[in-house]
């Protein structure tokens, strides 16, 4: 029988805490309340990468905590926890040195197995894939599956970035192996903002050209993940689904619909995206409940919004419903 892999890949927490190894269980545990019973095979794999980066931002607090004025500066708490996390996280996973760490843990979780389960080393024909990413997760997954600048063998984590690519299915050298992906969700995600770093800059940038040249993305734009996203779905065929949870409360969330069909050169026959607004409690159509008031938000709260994605019955629903409708196409 096929067998659907769910595979997690966290963020950054904007809240006190950083994410724990287990940041994944009640929405698995939601997704395997609606998908047991149906002859379904799903099996979680929940990555996770949240302590590569802790001695790092560790040092780093240590250094602003021996400023004659630290002690002076206001929103201390949030400066060395939620802040620190995650401008700190975004910047120590695009250097290479942090990059390659974080690479290199995703792929032993992810082809070596996760907690027992058996990993992508056990696929078998048929097998569909689908990516539930959080936050800096979506991010560091679309680099490690896209970006130009794990093409470089001389690298440290080549190797392993090569060998995630092969696990999937129309990824570039072997396109014809690998699991299917079936459906990708993005809860509270900024990648929108990070496409910025494809942005070219002069008169072309004056002229409206927003993205590089192809060779020139081959050349220059070692994060650009257009080149790769773009083979990806014309090698899948199809359209293939996307669902973008937003809180209007989360600041880290952005809208992706029409921005992403700018990521694949506008387009638009092989991606199906949606942005799901998170406001109301209509659990199976577009909007979902989140149990959380926007006349309640203020912005230093704004993780209460942004880690809510995992605990709710109606983003469990949806990631259930792309499950059950990817068996059913077969």
């Known amino acids: 029988m096929p067998k659907d892999y769910v595979l997690y890949i966290h963020g950054v927490n904007t809240r006190e805490e950083r994410e724990s190894p287990n940041y994944a269980d009640e929405l698995i545990t939601l997704v395997a309340e609606q998908t047991d019973g149906l002859g379904l095979e ?53 250097s290479r040195y942090i990059g390659s760490k974080v690479v290199k843990t995703l792929r032993e979780q992810a082809i070596e197995g996760v907690n027992g389960q058996p990993g992508f080393n056990q696929l078998e024909p048929g097998d569909r894939l689908h990516l539930v990413t959080h936050s800096m997760g979506t991010v560091i997954l679309f680099d490690v599956l896209f970006a130009a600048r794990w093409d470089q063998p001389d690298i440290p984590a080549y190797r392993e970035a090569q060998e995630i690519r092969n696990a999937i299915f129309g990824l570039e050298p072997h396109t014809d192996l690998g699991v299917r992906l079936a459906s990708i969700h993005t809860m509270g995600s900024p990648v929108a903002i990070f496409s910025l770093m494809n942005v070219v800059s002069g008169p072309d940038q004056e002229r409206g050209v927003a993205e590089l040249s192809w060779e020139q993305r081959v050349r220059v734009a070692t994060h650009d993940v257009t080149p790769q996203l773009q083979k990806l779905l014309a090698n899948l065929g199809g359209r293939l689904p996307w669902l973008n949870y937003i809180h209007p409360g989360d600041p880290v969330a952005y809208p992706l619909d029409p921005l992403i069909f700018d990521l694949v050169d506008g387009e638009r026959r092989h991606l199906e995206v949606e942005d799901i607004l998170a406001t109301r409690n209509d659990l199976f159509g577009s909007v979902i409940d989140l149990a959380f008031d926007q006349t309640e938000f203020a912005l230093l709260n704004g993780g209460t919004a942004h880690n809510s994605y995992f605990s709710n019955p109606g983003v469990a629903a949806h990631i259930a419903g792309a499950v059950k409708a990817a068996a059913r196409q077969g």
Do not use: C, H, T
Not at 61 to 88: D, P, T, V
């Open 42 to 94: 799903v099996v979680p794999l929940p990555l996770y990468w949240g302590d590569v980066n802790r001695a790092e931002e560790e040092r780093l607090l240590s250094r602003f905590r021996a400023s004659k004025i630290w002690n002076k500066m206001w929103f201390r708490g949030f400066r060395e926890l939620q802040m620190l996390q995650f401008a700190g996280d975004a910047a120590l996973y695009i």
